[in-house]
């Protein structure tokens, strides 16, 4: 497996996209995306499980489970077009269609992705004015372009590629993603879009993206809200020319899906690291309990909890904080066998205190990176979670979004 430098989501042989300015944002910032594959391309998905969700959630679920092959994806940042009514499904149905038009494509094989602020009505009349450019932009270099304008309050865009070779073909994956607040995802996170050359049968491209998922996007938490919109979706367009990948008991859907979780983890690392007004990225490791589920549950827990998080931003090794969050995490605990370090300083050893420099422990969380290792003691269940500290820049982010 190798990481491509500088790589994208059209980095992947067959992929075309652009991002322009259309008007949705009033800071002038590019808010109109589209990636397209030049042939008919698997799709798969995983999408928020709010029950407040964006029409467009509901739309590409119901082209997926009709197994509708993907051209293209349309995406705008700004705002979500959730609790939008009847106007926000006809607007979004508009927009699957004005692109297909463009395109010379059906309006089903067009999905929908939207983020931004909740109950506002899309403003169509810019939207439609942009499509043009939008489609006539398109390039195998535009990857860059589209990271950018599907961003709201991130402040960098989140992009990755690998290739890995199957059967002795050379298979490249990119993505991009966008996220930094309303991140407390139950399927996916935030916006994340995939692309792959590799040929990969429904229930293979199905399994090889959930899973992979659930290594790394959904181990993510910056502030316990889950957006109404989160949508992950992977297209795999055949153009590596590789042997189809179906059955899910084949070593190369393993090893596609090994490189598929290569190329995530970065960007859910990324997503944590922009946390909104963060300024530390937050690493928390559990081993040691009962079942990789629930790893990951406390592992979440402990990144979720504004105590600790204000304790990360503070430089203060609070270490109760993160056996108070585990124990309310709803793992199996046995408070006599919990071991917890923190930055490689070991803080409690089978439910016992340690003897450790406060001062020098603090002086290690000041760096960029803050690292939480817990040892639950009951089993060979493995689980991370990424998430930031909680900063003052947070509070004013959030107090002042709409106005």
Not at 76 to 103: C, F
């Amino acid at each position: 497996m190798e990481r491509i430098e500088g790589g994208h989501v059209t980095t992947p042989r067959g992929f075309r996209a652009n991002g322009v300015v259309a008007g949705i944002k009033v800071s002038g910032r590019p808010d109109l995306a589209l990636l397209v594959s030049d042939t008919p391309a698997q799709a798969a998905g995983v999408f928020t499980t709010n029950l407040v969700r964006a029409y467009n959630v509901d739309r590409n679920r119901r082209l997926l489970g009709a197994g509708q092959a993907l051209r293209a994806v349309i995406v705008n940042s700004g705002n979500a077009n959730v609790a939008t009514g009847e106007q926000g499904r006809r607007d979004t149905d508009q927009m699957a269609a004005l692109v297909a038009a463009r395109l010379d494509l059906r309006a089903d094989e067009v999905a929908v992705a939207q983020t931004g602020v909740i109950g506002v009505p899309l403003p169509m009349d810019v939207i439609r004015g942009a499509i043009p450019d939008l489609v006539a932009g398109l390039g195998d270099d535009g990857g860059p372009a589209a990271a950018e304008a599907i961003c709201t309050t991130d402040t960098q865009i989140k992009q990755t590629a690998v290739q890995v070779m199957l059967d002795g073909v050379p298979v490249t994956i990119g993505a991009m993603a966008k996220g930094a607040g309303m991140i407390h995802p139950n399927m996916a996170t935030m916006l994340c879009f995939v692309t792959t050359d590799a040929a990969l049968g429904t229930e293979a491209a199905h399994h090889a993206l959930v899973t992979a998922v659930a290594r790394t996007l959904n181990a993510v938490t910056i502030d316990g809200d889950q957006s109404t919109s989160d949508t992950c979706l992977l297209l795999a367009n055949g153009l590596a020319g590789n042997p189809l990948v179906e059955d899910l008991d084949d070593p190369r859907l393993t090893l596609f899906t090994e490189a598929l979780t290569a190329v995530l983890d970065p960007l859910a690392r990324l997503i944590a690291r922009d946390g909104e007004g963060a300024s530390k990225l937050l690493v928390v490791k559990v081993n040691g309990a009962v079942s990789d589920a629930q790893a990951a549950q406390a592992a979440r827990s402990v990144a979720g909890s504004n105590l600790f998080k204000c304790a990360v931003r503070g430089s203060d090794p609070n270490w109760g904080r993160i056996a108070c969050a585990i124990g309310y995490s709803g793992a199996e605990v046995d408070q006599s066998k919990l071991t917890i370090t923190l930055n490689q300083v070991l803080l409690m050893f089978e439910g016992e205190p340690q003897s450790f420099d406060a001062a020098a422990v603090s002086r290690s969380m000041d760096a960029a990176e803050v690292t939480v290792q817990v040892d639950l003691g009951l089993g060979r269940g493995l689980g991370v979670a990424y998430g930031c500290d909680l900063t003052e820049e947070y509070v004013k982010i959030n107090a002042d979004y709409t106005t």
